[in-house]
């Protein structure tokens, strides 16, 4: 009898082992198999949220990346969707288009408008309007005393297309030519001024243009500076055809009038106008002064045009 339980007991504890067993072997199971899916999901989800921020950041950071290959030809297309170009280059190709910026070497014929002193805060949303309804992209010489009032005006010009070059700070030609340095200075505090606003810490503009231009009083501060910013890679540009819209009292008429007598016999023109607050003048002149350029054969660029 003995010998007989034990074997029953042996046979029921064995059942029980491969019970327990075949139990475990379906939880281990269900529990791969659950384990598997949920992963595939959250894969998939981060893959997808992966793409979001790898999107998102090329779209608000357009640098340049010209070192990763493969990466740099994708950044570039996204680029070319939206409005902002890679960041300005100071090359030696740039130096050589600068020096060449006036000069009639071909049939070309382009025009380079430049907005100075802004933004304001009436004048530089009627511009920025007018400009995108021609579809134009113009230059903005900033002051950095303005960029801090209106830093939010500055980024919309940046997102635009608008090349954002510098002006200097306090347009005081006292000091700002108090000394060479005091140029730079004033270049320097602007840039900052204007990578903040256009949330852009690589940006530099490489373009000075010297508060009443770089002749005329305090000459001999100025040729030393010149020296200076061209040693700090930065170009300056004065202009070659202007409205005259920041002189006396213009009028309308006088405004279109000045420009049609500046530019006339010029293949290239830098053009010198202002949105400075006062300057409601510009804002209703600009479309037929555009009008007239373009039935003059003019193509308008920027200076991303040149700084590459
Ligand atoms: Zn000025």
């Known amino acids: 009898m003995g010998e007989k339980k034990e074997l029953i007991d042996a046979k029921v504890i064995k059942r029980e082992f491969i019970n327990k067993m075949l139990i475990f072997g379906t939880l281990v199971l269900t529990v791969i198999v659950a384990a598997s899916i949920a992963g595939i999901w959250v894969a998939e989800r981060y893959n997808e949220k992966l793409l979001e921020e790898y999107f998102s950041q090329m779209e608000e950071v357009p640098e340049e990346n010209e070192e990763e290959n ?24 740039a130096k050589y288009r600068m020096d060449k910026i006036y000069k009639e070497g071909n049939v070309e014929k382009i025009a380079y408008l430049t907005f100075d002193d802004g933004p304001s805060s009436n004048i530089t949303p009627q ?67 204007i990578r ?40 300056y540009i004065n202009w070659n055809a202007l409205t005259n819209d920041a002189v006396g009292h213009p009028t309308a008429e006088s405004i279109v009038n000045d420009l049609k007598s500046t530019a006339s016999g010029k293949n290239k023109i830098v053009v010198l106008m202002h949105d400075t607050g006062s300057k409601q003048l510009t804002a209703d002149t600009l479309p037929e002064i555009i009008s007239y350029l373009r039935d003059e054969g003019y193509e308008f660029k920027n200076f991303y045009d040149i700084m590459y």
């Open 70 to 93: 493969g990466k740099a030809e994708e950044i570039q297309e996204v680029q070319e969707e939206t409005t902002i170009p890679a960041n300005p280059v100071y090359s030696e190709d």
């Open 196 to 235: 903040q606003a256009i949330g852009n810490d690589g940006y530099s503009s490489h373009l000075f243009r010297f508060p009443g231009g770089s002749t005329g009083k305090y000459l001999d501060v100025k040729k030393e500076a010149i020296k200076l910013l061209e040693e700090n890679n930065i170009a």
């Open 127 to 193: 511009i920025l309007q007018i400009l995108k309804d021609e579809g134009i992209r113009a230059t903005f010489f900033v002051l950095g005393s303005r960029v801090e009032l209106y830093p939010e005006l500055v980024k919309q010009e940046y997102e635009a297309g608008h090349y954002i070059a510098n002006h200097g700070y306090s347009h005081e030609y006292k000091s700002v030519y108090s000394s060479p340095n005091a140029v730079l200075d004033e270049y320097n505090h602007t840039e900052t001024l």
